[in-house]
Each structure stands twice: as C-alpha cells, then as structure tokens.
C-alpha cells in the first residue's frame, strides 16, 4: 500500500497560466504528441449569426441566465456570459470538440468501417486509420501533414468493433490482436495469449513492428520511450517502453466492486483480475526492450510470456495522466510524455485574462478511485519549477520547493456504489492571480495527500485527460472600463489649454466617450469644481446615469448654475469623469479645465435626430436658440471641416439643418449670429453614424470601390504617421498626393505612459486594412513585431471615406495587448495579413496570418483564427504549409492577401 500513497504524492498536473491542463502517466502508448492543430478551412454556409461576447452579455444580463459565446469556442474552451457582468472560461486538458463542416462535434472513438474497408474513429483530434484486415499497416496515424504507419510482420484477419476497440482474432495460434482508439487519434495494442502453449510460440519471442514515417524522424531513449519528430525537434507521436503482465492473482481477503462491475481488492483498490487493459493486483509485471532504428523500425525484443495475457501498450492522447511503475523512479512518468515546449503547451493569455482585475479560477478533477469512502484531506501546490519533458520523472521531483499550500479539499470518492466517482473543485485564484500579475504562462499544480506517512485513505486516483471527467480550469473574470479618453465640450474648448479655452455666457455640455472591453452598461459620475476653491459646482451619480459601453456620456450644466459661481468675471472650472461597470472600482479620467465668461453671449444648442444616422443617408439636426442673449438670425454650420454654410434662423430663433455624412465619425459646429452678424459661441456635436449595408471593397478605406495604398511614415523620407493615397480606376496605380491619416496618433502610444495622440505612435509599426470591428467599413489594423508594443498593436476604427482616422476618442480604438501575437516558440510575427473568413467559421470579424520564425527556430506560417470579438485573436496556429518552392524558407518571402469577389 505505500506504493500507491507514493504515487499520489509524487502525481503532478501541469496546467498553463490561464486554461491548459496535462496530468502525467506512463502505461506505453503511441500518442499524437499535444498540440494545437490548425482547423482546416471549410465551405462558407448561410448560417444565423452567432453572438458576439457584447451581445452575449447583453442578453446574459437580460435575462439572468448564462449565455455561451459560441464563436470563442475551441477545440478546448468554452466562453460563456454570467448576468453579473464577468465572463467564465473554461479550459479541457485536452481537446474535447472537433470543428466538423460549420459546427463543433464532441469527439468520439467508436470506431466505423470506412468505404475502402479500413476503421476509423468516429471524430477525433489527430487521424487514425486501422486496418480492414490483410496485410497492409495496422495503423497509420496523421498530424499537421505528417504521418506515422505501424505494421505488424503478419496478415490479420477482418476485426470484430465493439466501441473503440477492434479485435483481430487467431493473429497467431491461440492469440488474439485487441487495438483501442482514443478521442486524441491515439491507439493501444494488446496481444491476448489464451493459452500457455501460445505463450512459447518463437513468434513472440522478437516482435519487430515496420514502420513508415512521413515528416517525422524516429528515436528511442535509454528507457525504451519512443519518439517521432519532426524537423524542429518537436515531439508530433510518442510511445513509452512497453509492458508485459500474466494472469497470476491471489484471493484477497476483502473485494468491492467499482461503478463498471471490476472486482478490486478493497485495500489497494485494483484489479483482481489481470486483463488487457490492465494486470491484476498480484500479476507479475516486466517492461520489454523497445528500440527505433534508422530504417525506421520499432522492436520489442524478448517478450517472454508465462500465462494468459501480455500488453506492449500504444495508445494516443493529448494530455498524459498520473501512473508510474512501482520501482522505477528514474523511468519516464507519463504514458504520453508531456510535450511542454513552447510550440505547444504555452497559451498566450494576456489578451484574454491579463488586463482584468476580477478573477476566480476553479480547478476541477474527478475523483475515480479513493482507498475507501472516508474522506481524507488532499492538498495542491504550485510550485515554481514547471514540469516539461526534462524532468518528467519521479526523481525529479524529489525535494522540489512546493511554494505555500494553494487550497485543501477533504474527500473520497470512486471506492463504491457507496461513493461513486465525483468531482473536485481546489480554488487556484491566488495562484493564477500571482501568474498573470508577474507574466508567467505556464504553471504547474502539484497534488498530495495531507498524511502521506502513515494513513493510507488518503490514496486516491483522478481522471485522466483521456476519460470522462477529465481535467479542466474555469476562470471567470471581468475587464475595468477603459479610461475615459477625448473629452470635450460644448461650446468647444480644449482639455489642457493653458491659458485655458473661454466659454461664453450659456450651458456647457461636458462630453466623455466610455467604453469597457466587456460591453455592457456603464455608470458615468461627472464632476465640475470651481478650480480656484474646489468646491463641487455640479455632478452626476453613476447610479443613476448609465450609457452603454461605446456611446458618449454627456452632463448639461446650465448657464445659471456656471453663472452663479461666477458672478460677473471670467471664472476658471475643471471637471473631470469616472466611469464604473459596477464590478471593478470606479477609473477616473484626467482633469479638464476651460474658463467662463459670462458676459458673452451663449451658444446654440443643436440635437440629433430621434432616428439612426446612416451613413450617405441624409440626417436632420434641430438648433434651438440660446437660452440667453440676443435671439440669432443666422446660423452657420460647418461638417468635418468642409466650407461653412448658413442657414436662417425662424421667428422663435431656432432652425434645422440637414446633412449628409460621408464618415463614421464626425463632428458638427453650429455658431450664432446676431442680427449685426456678429459672432457667437459655437456648439460642437461628436456623433457616429452607422454604415450602411453595402460592404466596402477590400482595401477600399475611401469608399470609392477601389483598393488603396495604406504606408506608415518615418521611412523613404515620409514624416511619421500613417499615409493614404488613393487609388485610381481601372489602372492598378494611386494618386501620387497622398493623405496622414495617422495625424491623430493611435490612442495608445507607449505602455505605461499616457496616449499623447501623435503621429508618432506608428513608427517601427506595419498596418493592413480589414473589417476588424465588423461593420461594412475598412478598418486599420496596427501591428508592432518590435518595441514597447512587441507582439501588440490597436485596430483603429475605419471613417470609410479617407479623412483622418479619429483614434483620439477610445471608442474608435481597441488595443491589443503586447504579446497576443507571440506564439509557442517566443517568436512574433515578422509580417501579418488579413486572412478574411481562411477559416471557414464565417464570424463577424476577419482571422490573420503571419509569417513568424527566427534562425533559431526556423520559419513558418501562424494562423490566428478570430475569436468572434474585436482583437480577439488569443489562439496561434502554427502551420506546416510549404513555399511556392517546396521548403520552409519563408524567411525569403513576403505575404499579401486580397479578397477575390465570391471567396474568403
């Protein structure tokens, strides 16, 4: 019994920072080594619209039910909703869905007959075709357009199918052939020897299995692991040494029987029985000799058998689970190895995870089997040392600094009917916290029994990822809102205008855009103070005032209350804005200052229509007279800053204009003129119109139906920013005057420091052009493979008619956060192109490639599929597609992508 206290307290989980989970094993198996592998493209369908995570929320919030984000669903990850507010992701170890067609399918490995007669799993990660019968390969498994073919040295007959497991009988006298797929595209082979005679049969004595490897290169280890990689050194098949057992059992004194019919011994909780999943309690257990040669052939040398069952095992999967020999400490602790390089097991999370302030984070294994159904106490740690394939040994682990005891759950299930298996939940928060605070990515959770020393209930055995009730990691988590940027007011003044801007005699409108990564609605709290004094002169309670995320707040402070304060003289005011989701604490914006002068006379007030502004549709605005001073005649309107124009007043002082707008973004000023013309204060309206149906062309960014010249400055004698020129019909060439955009800067600058909207913030970057926030507009996205924003960028919302690009104000501008963009490997992308709909999913925003690699590591594509939020590209697919001259020299070339009419 000690032997299975010391496998609890050396079982370890790797799991990475935010959502990936590998348990360890060691039962010799092939396996298609863990990685994340790129969906193939399908066929655009008509299907309904998925939610995106804002209108998730929306309707989470709505009607106090979670609601899943279908188009951030992955092989491995769920996202849902909560009505709170937050979001809760979930990570499997492994992968648990298979994007098939349009949609996702559970995987399944009950095997079918495919039309040639070879067997297949139903749905699984990798390919895994068996043999129909006859002499071709036992099995042939793919990944990523490598493959790996096993033969055995004889014909077998036609297998009987029951589930996941083939049995092809009489492969030899008395002995039958049983293979088992897995969901990962894995398989197990046992040979079932019926008969003692059977046993001896020379046949047995070397087992030489052909293989023939495709993309990968064969090796084996001192302990008789074997491993298939490919060209960088990545493990894409593994196999540990295999094993084999007889039938010798002894009648313990007390038996159960689990949840599945086995009879176990009730003092160690195995198998009575030997069988070929498994050996019995007192079957004898011998590894056998395993080897790959250069002519990519695998051996298993000197199986010598004494009695009814022997099992080299080769099984697949994408995780590994936590059994080792009794003996062996030095020997390799997982079944499947688990392949932690940096290509597969590193999930980059900061666009996801990273900016948030509210996190839980749950853990969650399922209880198989315990030593009996009293509950004893099992502790988890996070150590700093990570597991990788290095140190996946018992060894290893020996003496490792475990850190402080992260959580403790007392239970015990999985022993009998009494206490069927169940989950358990351990609370990681405050190891996941401490991850994403200091950047680590990767984590490693380590589970023991309490009392390892001298009570043997605390043994116990958990899922593996390959089983139900595998692992899995939920988050839940909330995004702050993003600080209120590109305040104004009207009459207009500027922020930090120093003398600062004057208002004349009238009401001031304090304008602030608000805007929160996680939608929904916002509580705004204004707040206008007399700078000299600091007394509060007006303000606004975010309970009571709410906008939703992405719309502009506005408070009216009448003329009598700045009049009040002012008396007769010019008086100086600062204001400022917090903003609160109601979740995370209130974000202040910077402080305002602007003077008022109240022996001016007023500005106007001009309000939107009730109706939606649609771009290229004509729109009417209402001016209505000051509330005090002289009742105009005239009005004169400027849009965007085309000419001006005027239009009469009526008899009341009041008028209606009507305009057209070309842009998404605009800005309307109306100013009064007296009767003697003379000049009053000027009103200033920021408002968005919504596009219109018709999708612009790609690379259109002037609405004009052709594709244009999008550069950044700072190189071949242009000034910093970000220059369009347009291009001319039918010709392939562009005007040579070309347009800075980029005047207004990005919004986001350099980290740590405040935005200073400059044409400067595009230095050192590269920008493509793309539906990045899902209207029918282009929109920029601005990628930094160096510098400050390595890895990062900001898609900046598009006007659709090539006027400068109004970053200033929040709501047009979503970052991404620095290192989204890093894969596996720590490489970032040399180079990114817009990859439309590349992947099939037919969600409301483009995917991207990049070409990424270094000399190091070699070069290749990455594939960063959307998911279905804007900048939501937390996922890397690294690709094995090969030049136009048949090598991965990418390196020595440069990508482009254009939409052709009727394909992504």
């Known amino acids: 019994m000690r032997t299975f206290v ?47 995570a804002t209108q998730a929320q929306a309707q989470a919030r709505a009607t106090g039910k979670a609601v ?15 009505p709170n507010g937050t979001f809760t992701r979930t990570r499997s170890a492994v992968a648990v869905r298979k994007r098939v067609g349009s949609s996702w399918a559970g995987l399944d490995a009950t095997l079918r007959r495919n039309a040639d007669g070879s067997i297949s799993p139903t749905v699984t990660t990798a390919g895994l075709t068996l043999s129909g019968g006859g002499g071709g390969p036992l099995a042939t498994m793919t990944s990523g357009g490598r493959s790996l073919a096993l033969s055995l040295p004889m014909t077998l007959p036609a297998p009987t199918l029951s589930g996941p497991t083939a049995t092809y009988p009489s492969v030899l006298p008395a002995v039958d052939l049983q293979v088992n797929a897995d969901v990962q595209g894995g398989f197990s082979e046992v040979l079932v020897i019926h008969t003692a005679a059977a046993a001896a049969n020379p046949a047995l004595t070397t087992l030489t299995l052909a293989a023939k490897a495709d993309g990968v290169t064969l090796s084996a280890d001192a302990t008789g ?31 159960a029987t689990d ?3 086995t009879v176990l011994d009730a003092h160690t909780s195995r198998p009575v029985a030997s069988g070929p999943v498994g ?9 056998v000799a395993a080897t790959a040669t250069s002519t990519a052939l695998v051996k298993c040398d000197g199986i010598r058998l004494t009695a009814l069952t022997a099992g080299p095992g080769s099984g697949a999967g994408g995780g590994v689970e936590g059994r080792a020999s009794a003996g062996t400490p030095p020997s390799r602790a997982p079944a499947n190895r688990p392949a932690t390089s940096p290509a597969t097991a590193t999930v980059p999370c900061r666009g996801y995870i990273a900016p948030s302030l509210r996190r839980t984070a749950q853990l969650n294994l399922t209880n198989v089997y315990s030593y009996s159904c009293s509950a004893r106490t099992v502790e988890v740690y996070a150590p700093g040392t990570t597991l990788s394939s290095g140190n996946a040994t018992w060894n290893s682990w020996s003496g490792v600094n475990l850190g402080a005891r992260v959580d403790a759950v007392s239970a015990a299930h999985g022993y009998n009917s009494s206490c069927p298996a169940a989950g358990i939940g351990f609370n990681v928060t405050s190891a996941i916290s401490a991850d994403v605070s200091s950047g680590k990515s990767t984590q490693t959770f380590l589970f023991q029994a309490s009392n390892e020393s001298t009570d043997v209930y605390g043994w116990k055995e958990f899922a593996s990822p390959n089983q139900s009730g595998k692992p899995t990691l939920s988050i839940t988590y909330n995004h702050p809102p993003n600080q209120p940027t590109g305040l104004t007011t009207s009459p207009a003044t500027s922020c930090n205008a120093n003398p600062p801007s004057t208002v004349g005699d009238g009401t001031v409108s304090l304008y602030a855009p608000v805007s929160d990564r996680d939608g929904g609605n916002l509580g705004v709290g204004f707040q206008l103070t007399q700078t000299a004094t600091g007394t509060v002169v007006a303000s606004s309670d975010p309970n009571t005032l709410t906008y939703p995320s992405g719309q502009t707040a506005v408070l009216v402070v009448p003329e009598s209350t700045l009049k009040t304060v002012a008396g007769t003289t010019i008086t100086q005011f600062s204001w400022k804005v917090q903003v609160t989701d109601f979740i995370a604490g209130p974000v202040w914006s910077t402080t305002c200052t602007f003077n008022f002068d109240p022996t001016r006379t007023g500005q106007p007030n001009v309000a939107k229509p009730a109706t939606t502004i649609t771009m290229h549709q004509p729109a009417t605005f209402t001016v209505t007279k000051p509330v005090t001073g002289t009742v105009p005649v005239n009005y004169m309107y400027q849009l965007n800053g085309e000419a001006e124009a005027t239009v009469p007043a009526d008899a009341g002082g009041n008028a209606t204009i009507t305009l057209t707008p070309d842009r ?18 000027t009103a200033q309206l920021v408002f968005n119109a919504t596009p219109g149906a018709t999708v612009q062309a790609d690379q259109d960014l002037t609405g004009d139906n052709v594709p244009d010249l999008l550069s950044v400055g700072a190189v071949y004698g242009l000034p910093s920013g970000l220059w369009l020129a347009r291009g001319q019909p039918n010709t392939g060439q ?52 160096g510098g400050a924003n390595a890895g990062g960028g900001v898609i900046l919302n598009g006007n659709g008619d090539g006027s400068v690009l109004q970053a200033q104000y929040n709501n047009n501008a979503d970052p991404i956060s620095s290192g989204v963009f890093t894969d596996g490997l720590g490489n970032n992308p040399l180079q990114i192109v817009n990859a439309g709909n590349g992947s099939g999913q037919n969600l409301g925003y483009p995917d991207l490639i990049g070409l990424a690699g270094s000399s190091a590591t070699g070069y290749y594509l990455n594939y960063f599929p ?15 597609t090969l030049t136009p001259d048949q090598d991965m020299n990418w390196n020595n070339w440069t990508i482009v992508a254009c939409q052709v009419a009727g394909s992504t």
């Open 225 to 255: 692991n074997i491993t298939a990689n490919d060209r960088f050194g990545r493990a894409v098949f593994t196999a540990v040494a295999p094993t084999m057992w007889d039938s010798a059992k002894a009648a313990p004194s007390v038996t």
């Open 734 to 785: 562009v005007i040579a005057a070309a347009a800075n955009i980029g005047a207004n800067g990005n919004n986001i600058g350099v980290p740590g420091q405040p935005p200073d909207n400059s044409p400067r913030d595009f230095d050192t970057s590269q920008v493509i052009s793309g539906r990045f926030t899902g209207t029918t507009l282009q929109d920029v996205l601005v990628y930094y493979p």
């Open 259 to 261: 949840v599945d019919g």
């Open 664 to 681: 998404f973004t605009n800005v309307l000023t109306v100013t009064s003129l007296s009767p003697g013309g003379n000049i009053g204060d």
């Open 866 to 880: 959307n998911g279905d939020q804007v900048g939501g590209y937390g996922a890397v697919d690294s690709l094995t």
């Open 6 to 52: 010391r496998r609890l307290r050396d079982a370890c989980v790797a799991v990475t920072a935010v959502t990936t989970v590998v348990v360890t094993s060691a039962t010799g198996a092939w396996s298609a080594a863990p990685a994340h592998t790129p969906t193939a493209p399908t066929t655009p369908t008509t299907n309904t619209p998925v939610l995106t």
């Open 68 to 82: 899943p984000v279908d188009g951030a669903t992955t092989a491995t990850d769920t996202l849902v909703a909560n």
């Open 279 to 287: 050996p019995g309690e007192a079957a004898h257990v011998a590894g």
